[in-house]
């Protein structure tokens, strides 16, 4: 089921303006490269905000700044606030979930399996101890049991709960990895390129499950190519050129602006687009 424009438009006016997520002048560099430089970006509660950019714009880099994967080499990066510890453990703990541009699931492990995972960083349980069932924790593994096939269920996994995640098809995988990102209960959600490798229709059931998760009260923060995807999802969008914010705005702005066309040109998404 997709939804109309203006449904998309009466969503985002009721979007809630105060900020959740504060990027403060983020600048990572590897060496002699400067991957983000300077980058600021809010993304405030209910919130769908699209990052866009060339490949190697620093979009993933960036992500990794926030998630604690790196430390960045200047700059802050807040929630409600509190200053992010670099630990992606206590990212997660503080509310940020992600998913990742190459899908990160534990292979060997079914689709259930992979989303008590993401149950373990609230339960007192360690993911070893229920993986083994000690008996101590057979109470928490019900709660999680439970709780791990209503995410499940929400992104439509429930026939696969019991495969393992190697034998899911693609898009399933893609989805399965948002089920567990959703399962620690985050307050913001990143997505790394949720689409990719998508075809039209699992592309327009990522955007209605995008929704969704909105609808449930968390804010996205998504790296998308899919132009398409993009402008119809988010209510802001920054476009990163070589690690910094060339333009942000609404995505009418965005999307008009000479400058982001400029650096796509050349671009074999844009002109997809364009030809469509
Ligand atoms: N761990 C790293 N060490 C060195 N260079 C890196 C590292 N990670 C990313 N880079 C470089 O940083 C730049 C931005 O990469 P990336 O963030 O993956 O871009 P994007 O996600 O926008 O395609 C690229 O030039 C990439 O080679
Ligand atoms: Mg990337």
């Known amino acids: 089921m997709t939804m109309t424009v203006h449904e998309a438009v009466a969503r985002r006016r009721t979007a809630d303006r ?16 400067t991957a983000v430089n300077n980058v600021s ?25 926030l998630t604690g994967l790196y430390k960045p080499t200047s700059g802050r990066v807040a929630l409600e606030g509190e200053k992010l510890p670099p630990k992606p453990r206590q990212v997660v703990a503080a509310g ?26 609230r339960t007192k349980a360690n993911a070893v101890d229920a993986i083994l069932r000690l008996p101590r924790h057979r109470a928490e593994e019900r709660a999680a049991t439970k709780a791990a096939r209503k995410w499940l269920a929400f992104v439509g996994l429930t026939p696969a709960a019991d495969v393992l995640s ?5 898009g399933d995988q893609r989805r399965l990895e948002i089920a567990r990102a959703l399962a620690t209960s985050p307050k913001l959600l990143l997505l790394d390129e949720p689409t990719a490798g998508m075809n039209p229709n699992e592309t327009r059931q990522a955007e209605e499950l995008i929704f ?7 804010a996205i ?6 132009m398409r995807f993009i402008f119809n999802l988010c209510d802001t ?33 844009l002109e997809d687009e364009d030809d469509a």
């Open 18 to 33: 105060t900020v959740l997520l504060e990027a403060s002048d983020v600048t990572m560099r590897f060496g002699g490269l």
């Open 41 to 65: 970006l809010k993304v405030h509660y209910g919130e769908i905000v699209g990052l866009i950019g060339p490949n190697g714009a620093g979009k993933t880099t960036f992500f990794n700044c």
């Open 96 to 121: 940020v979930a992600r998913t990742f541009q190459n899908i990160r699931l534990f292979h060997n492990m079914t689709a259930l399996e992979n989303v008590m995972v993401g149950m373990y960083c």
């Open 166 to 170: 190697r034998n899911l098809p693609y």
């Open 212 to 218: 969704r998760i909105r609808d449930l009260g968390l």
């Open 221 to 226: 923060l998504v790296i998308e190519h899919d």
């Open 237 to 269: 969008v920054s476009c990163l050129v070589q690690g910094e914010v060339l333009v942000c705005g609404t995505g009418a702005e965005v999307q008009s602006d000479p400058r982001v066309i400029e650096a796509y040109l050349g671009s074999p998404q």
